[in-house]
């Protein structure tokens, strides 16, 4: 990141994206997801387009720096897709991203249980902001997994 460069964030519900955003998020998830993580796995899962789902974007530059996609769903709501670009990391977007996918939380779904499938050597990562475990590990696309939901 340059001097000039800074941080754009936004949270959007999904009729709000332009395609060239879609398009843009989609492919950074493709990128990290399924490319560096070697996961074969559908990615476009037919959810990013439905109901009350919001994305939440961190641009730098015109391009998605870090990312989160949050569903609601009849338990409450799940935050998944979480992602910081490769060319992004070290600029301590993480934090960042997750505290703003939490407020985006709170001011749509005010009291409703939050929840996130973990990477299971995040576990710590996501327990620094609330997080607890309620399942066991488990594997999901060949990388081990543990439920967590927010405690308040």
Not at 32 to 61: K, M, P, S
């Amino acid at each position: 990141m340059t001097e000039s460069s800074s941080i754009d964030w936004q949270d959007y519900h999904h009729s709000e994206l332009t395609v060239q955003q879609l398009y843009a998020i989609l492919a950074l998830r493709s990128e990290v997801f399924v490319v560096e993580q070697t996961c074969a796995y559908q990615d476009i899962d037919g959810q990013d387009l439905t109901g009350e789902n919001r994305h939440i974007v961190a641009w730098l530059d015109g391009k998605p720096a870090a990312y989160a996609r949050i569903l609601r769903h009849e338990e409450g709501v799940a935050i998944g897709r979480v992602i910081v670009a490769p060319s992004a990391r070290g600029l301590k977007l993480g934090y960042q991203l997750m505290e703003r996918a939490l407020v985006s939380c709170q001011k749509n779904w005010p009291d409703i249980r939050v929840a996130i499938s973990a990477q299971a050597h995040l576990e710590g990562f996501y327990g620094k902001l609330g997080f607890a475990v309620y399942t066991g590990v488990y594997e999901e696309d060949g990388i081990p997994h543990v439920g967590m939901e927010l405690i308040v």
